[in-house]
Every structure is written in structure tokens, then in C-alpha cells.
């Protein structure tokens, strides 16, 4: 039986794909980089029952599936890891664009938290991402309470955490969401968001290392995001009131 284990939640965010886009293998092939022993050569039945994949790199090339990245996993259930890819509709987005989304999931554990920069910094510089994060598992149900929905004005988000707009509502792609524990900024991002003053940066640049594309991994805490720890609440409050364009709260 499959033990039960929190797992850490990654999410990019990029262009498009488009023709014979090499991304998805990229994507693949970076993360097996950054976790030791990892082998992505399983996917799902409809049955959801799993499938070696004898010839994974080709399958992952031809396969089209929603328009990006067919589920992949190991064969591990007690450490278990997936990676599913996925064209976003456009009216979902800044200028009603498309975009490539690629989500992946792994253990909160020592060995999974250990690789959580690299796997989020190959995964977006692979994916040629906007921006990205990775969070633990239930932090999402405190950012979508975030969101400002049309009517829902009287409403007021947990931890006395920001409002955000909606990511249609947003001035452009490379403008994040929202803020998690690992935030990846492509060098585009980074620009619109004003990141790094290295003033009014310098306990973030202690946590932040540069990616191979020129964009950056930023992280909030040594530890993985807990909002029940009033330290890691103040540091998330302080960040977001640093980039006031994180979720397009800037005034115009």
C-alpha cells in the first residue's frame, strides 16, 4: 500500500507550444538531472493503471496529448513523482494568449526539498517560462481565497494576505500571480517586477540563485512555506508589499 505523503506542487508558466517544440523532452530530461535516480518512464492508463514506456523520448515527441506534455511518472509509489504539461486557454491569460503550463509533483521530504530549486530552476529555464513556483501541498487554497473576483468585494483574503487580480486582468505574461516558497522569474519578470534592487533586495538575494537563461530562483524561507508560522507569514506579507506588481496590485 502507498504511504501517504505531503508532496511539494511546482507549476511554469511559458509560451506556447508550437511545431516541433523541443520543450516537453527538455523538460523531461532536466528534471532526471535534478533528482538523483530519477527515471520519468511510466505513464497512466484510463484505467489508471501504469504503462512503462520502452521508448519514452520518443513517445514524449510525438505524443500531442492537450497540446503539450503527456503524463509521465516513476514507478515508486512510496516516492512517487509526475509531470504533466498542458496548453491553457486564452482567455484565462493576460491578452487572451495561450500559454504552455507544466505542473510536477514529489515528496515533501528531505530528499525532495533538497532538489526543489534545481527542479524548479531547470523546469522553468526548460519550459522557457514567464515565472513559476513551487509551494507545499494546500497552500493553493489560501492563494485562490487571493483573488479578487468580480462581486466578492466584501470578501477578505486569509492571513490578512493581499487581494490579486485575476491572471486575465493582468498587464502581461511575464507578471507573476501570485508569490510562493520557490518563485522563478525569468529575467523578463524580474524586470517587471523591479527584482533585484540590491538594497532593497539583500535578505532575498541571501535566498535567490541565478539560472542558466538569466532568470532567477527566489526563496522566501529556509523551510518550506508554513502560513501557520508567524515568521514566514511576515516575510510573505513583506515580499508581496515589495513587488507591489506581483499580481497586479501596482497603481496604475
Known amino acids: 500500500m502507498a504511504i501517504t505523503k505531503k508532496h511539494l506542487r511546482l507549476a511554469v508558466y511559458a509560451p506556447a507550444l508550437a511545431g516541433d517544440d523541443g520543450r516537453p523532452l527538455a523538460i523531461v530530461h532536466g528534471l532526471e538531472s535534478a533528482v538523483p535516480g530519477l527515471w520519468l518512464g511510466w505513464t497512466s ?11 519514452r523520448d520518443e513517445w514524449v515527441v ?3 496529448t492537450d497540446g503539450g506534455l503527456p503524463f509521465l511518472c516513476n514507478d515508486d509509489e ?8 498542458w496548453e491553457s486557454p486564452g482567455r484565462l491569460a ?15 521530504d528531505e530528499a525532495g526539498i533538497a532538489a526543489a530549486v534545481d527542479v524548479l530552476a ?6 522557457r517560462a514567464f515565472w513559476g513556483y513551487v509551494d507545499p501541498e ?15 468585494e466584501s470578501s477578505v483574503p486569509p492571513h490578512g494576505l493581499p487581494f490579486l487580480k485575476l491572471p486575465e486582468d493582468l498587464r502581461s505574461d511575464e507578471i507573476p500571480h501570485f ?9 523578463a519578470a524580474a524586470r517587471a517586477i523591479g ?30 512555506l508554513d502560513l501557520d508560522n508567524p515568521a514566514h507569514l511576515d516575510t510573505l506579507k513583506r515580499t508581496y508589499e515589495r513587488f507591489p506588481e506581483i499580481g497586479g496590485r501596482a497603481t496604475p
Open 138 to 152: 494546500g497552500v493553493a487554497v489560501t492563494v485562490a481565497q487571493q483573488f479578487r473576483h468580480p462581486g466578492d
Open 45 to 55: 492508463s484510463e484505467t489508471e493503471e501504469l504503462v512503462a514506456l520502452p521508448h
Open 78 to 85: 512510496n516516492h512517487l513523482v509526475t509531470v504533466a504539461g
Open 122 to 127: 531547470t523546469t522553468g529555464d526548460s519550459a
Open 195 to 224: 527584482f533585484p534592487d540590491p538594497t532593497r533586495d539583500a535578505e532575498l538575494l541571501s535566498r535567490a540563485r541565478r539560472t542558466a537563461t538569466g532568470g532567477w530562483v527566489v526563496q522566501l524561507t529556509d523551510a518550506p
Open 62 to 64: 510525438s505524443n500531442k
Open 94 to 108: 493576460p491578452g487572451s494568449r495561450p500559454r504552455f503550463e507544466v505542473h510536477a509533483d514529489w515528496p515533501l
Open 179 to 187: 508569490l510562493g516558497w520557490l518563485n522563478y522569474w525569468s529575467a
